[in-house]
T-cell receptor, first 122, second 114 residues
Framework: AQKVTQAQTEISVVEKEDVTLDCVYE???????LFWYKQPPSGELVFLIR??????QNEISGRYSWNFQKSTSSFNFTITASQVVDSAVYFC???????????????????FGQGTILTVHP | ETGVTQTPRHLVMGMTNKKSLKCEQH?????MYWYKQSAKKPLELMFV???????ENNSVPSRFSPECPNSSHLFLHLHTLQPEDSALYLC?????????????FGPGTRLTVT
């Protein structure tokens, strides 16, 4: 069964610090997708990034960067020069692609980690 | 309006009440989802609809009854709930039901059962 672990329950930093949110996953599928979502106080989860299991290139988008390492089953998220507006709960999620016809039981289901509460102080 | 909207944003109901949560997506997506988010628990998938047909029911108690009249609207009918059902209920949609389709979420309904 698939599983996502975000070991950091809460992180507190001061503005302009860099912060890395850890995500470790478990899956038996060879093809899968990893996601990061941000949940600000308003409640809705905001999609940040999707990465497929065959693409291990790191990605950078502004102050955000993601480090996907298949060898350690990790998909970590770094915010550079954090800002108060980055304060939110961040979720890592996994979606398997093995179809039900092939014996897959989690096709298209998003399995979320517990989330990491990030607080950025001014 | 754009994105995924949910009403009401907050709901307090007694255990004997009947109420409904509404979700509407303006993205032209084919799949819609209900999730439950409780304190200190991961998001729990409740129901999935694809092209108005229910494709997933994650062993949800019958006091929760979903309805999807069309691809843009999703309801969650509630009756005789328990206090442990108090949670944030999130609706989401995606283009299709595939594993690579990112889901877009509404702001949620904060439900309190007294």
């Amino acid at each position: 069964a698939q599983k996502v672990t975000q070991a950091q329950t809460e992180i507190s930093v001061v503005e302009k610090e860099d912060v890395t949110l850890d995500c470790v996953y478990e899956t038996r599928d060879t093809t899968y997708y990893l996601f990061w979502y941000k949940q600000p106080p308003s409640g809705e989860l905001v999609f940040l990034i999707r990465r497929n299991s065959f693409d291990e290139q790191n990605e950078i988008s502004g102050r955000y960067s993601w480090n996907f390492q298949k060898s350690t089953s990790s998909f970590n998220f770094t915010i550079t020069a954090s800002q108060v507006v980055d304060s939110a709960v961040y979720f890592c999620a996994l979606s398997e692609s093995k179809s039900p016809n092939a014996g897959g039981t989690s096709y298209g289901k998003l399995t979320f980690g517990q989330g990491t509460i990030l607080t950025v102080h001014p | 309006e754009t994105g995924v909207t949910q009403t009401p944003r907050h709901l307090v109901m007694g255990m004997t009440n009947k109420k409904s949560l509404k979700c509407e997506q303006h993205l032209g997506h084919n799949a819609m989802y209900w999730y439950k988010q409780s304190a200190k628990k991961p998001l729990e998938l409740m129901f999935v609809y694809n092209f108005k047909e229910q494709t997933e029911n994650n062993s949800v108690p019958s006091r929760f009854s979903p309805e999807c009249p069309n691809s843009s609207h999703l309801f969650l009918h509630l009756h005789t709930l328990q206090p442990e059902d108090s949670a944030l209920y999130l609706c989401a949609s995606s283009q299709d039901r595939g594993p690579r389709d990112e889901q877009y979420f509404g702001p949620g309904t904060r439900l309190t059962v007294t």
